[in-house]
């Protein structure tokens, strides 16, 4: 199985700084990583498809980059409504698996 | 609009079968990929099975020996059966529709499953 193994797991900002989230892949996967947001007591949404393809009503903050093993989720100036976990996850090879999250927190 | 919306019991006792459905509204099963994917506690994710728009199967091996996924088209549903659950199996698991690839663009709101005597 492709491990995906997300850094760092948990990340304190304040309001209006802009993140890097990480996710590496235990091999090389091109660019089959998609990126997912879920707030609490909510249900996960699809935030970039294929490292770095946006989605249709995502807000343009959100950006992706990376091929091969390393993979980056980039959020532009933080906002209060981006406070959340974030997950990535591989479609390279079955069986299909997730990253264990990066918890964007306030600091 | 998609919307998928899970409905089952909460609460499965240890060694039973977990039944979950998954009813979709807004686009047919016959076309895309759906699947089941739970979240324990503690973050972790893990997909468990999708069934395709022609209804072939793909399995997580670490559930194989328990798991099935199968589907009514003309309910527009598909349905997770988990055999000889544990306390391992609490959950939430949620439904979803994915594209070819496989990335999952709509899920339900999830429901939770303890498993529990």
């Known amino acids: ?107 | 609009e998609v919307q998928l919306q899970e409905s089952g019991p909460g609460l499965v006792k240890p060694s039973q079968s977990l039944s979950l459905t998954c009813s979709v509204t807004g686009s047919f099963i016959t076309s895309n990929y759906w699947g089941w994917i739970r979240k324990f506690p503690v973050n972790k994710m893990e997909w468990m099975a999708y069934t395709s728009y022609s209804g072939s199967t793909s399995y997580n091996p670490s559930l194989k020996s328990r798991i099935s996924i199968t589907r009514d088209t003309s309910k527009n549903q598909f349905f997770l059966q988990l055999n000889s659950v544990t306390t391992e199996d609490t959950a939430t698991y949620y439904c979803a529709r994915g594209y070819p690839g496989i990335f999952f663009d709509n899920w339900g709101q999830g429901v939770m499953v303890t498993v529990s005597s």
């Not at chain 1, 990583?33 to 903050?61: C, D, F, M, T, V």
């Open chain 1, 1 to 107: 199985d492709i491990v995906l193994t997300q850094s760092p797991a948990t990340l304190s900002v304040t309001p209006g700084e802009s993140v890097s989230l990480s996710c590496r892949a235990s091999q090389g996967i091109r660019t089959s990583i998609h990126w997912y947001q879920q707030k609490s007591n909510e249900s996960p949404r699809l935030l970039i498809k294929y490292a770095s393809q946006s989605i249709s009503g995502i807000p343009s903050r959100f950006s992706g980059s990376g091929s091969g093993t390393d993979f980056t989720l980039n959020i532009n100036r933080v906002e209060s409504e981006d406070f959340s976990v974030y997950y990535c996850q591989q479609s390279y090879s079955l069986p299909l698996t997730f990253g264990s999250g990066t918890k964007l927190e306030i600091k």
